[in-house]
């Protein structure tokens, strides 16, 4: 990614698809208990920005911003990039209630602290509801109470499916 040399636009939308899909899943990873909820990388002349969409961005840039700093230099050893080439910024979710991801990872949260599947998943539809939101579905599928794994869907608003009238 930190070489320009000369590339066809193919290969290089491949290069920068796979260069987004690999920092998201790091970020995915590293991020997770932070309220991760997404990237965007903006390429400049001088430098590449990164900025970093997350819920929690105080636990994101750290105690001083030393998290943060890691995080650069692991992509800046990893990505091969040149140093001071690569900044890392972190943004706070404009409305939490509307980004999915911020909701999958608070009810993925929630189940695992043990609250009953009902009770979770229509705490999280209230908030995304009372955020704005016009209409909301959550599928929720796998073992929930017993051994047979079954699916459960939570419905609340307008959601338009195919051959419904709009």
Do not use: W
Request: aromatic share 8%; hydrophobic share 40%; charged share 25%.
């Amino acid at each position: 990614m930190a070489t320009a040399a000369n590339i066809t636009k193919k290969r290089k939308f491949i290069r920068e698809g796979v260069f987004h899909a690999e920092l998201n899943e790091f970020f995915t990873r590293e991020l997770a208990e932070d309220g991760y909820s997404g990237l965007e990388v903006r390429v400049t002349p001088q430098r590449t920005e990164i900025i970093i969409m997350a819920t929690k961005t105080q636990q994101v840039l750290g105690e001083k911003g030393r998290r943060i700093r890691e995080l650069t230099s692991v992509i800046q050893k990893r990505f091969g990039y040149p140093e001071n080439s690569i900044e890392l910024f972190a943004q706070k979710v404009v409305s939490r209630g509307l980004c999915a991801i911020a909701q999958a990872e608070s009810l993925r949260y929630k189940l695992m602290g043990g609250l009953p599947v009902r009770r979770a998943c229509y705490g999280v539809l209230r908030f995304i509801m009372e955020s704005g939101a016009q209409g909301c579905e959550i599928v929720v599928s796998g073992k929930l109470r017993g051994q047979r794994a079954k699916a459960m869907k939570f419905i609340d608003g307008l959601m338009i499916h195919s051959g419904d009238p709009v």
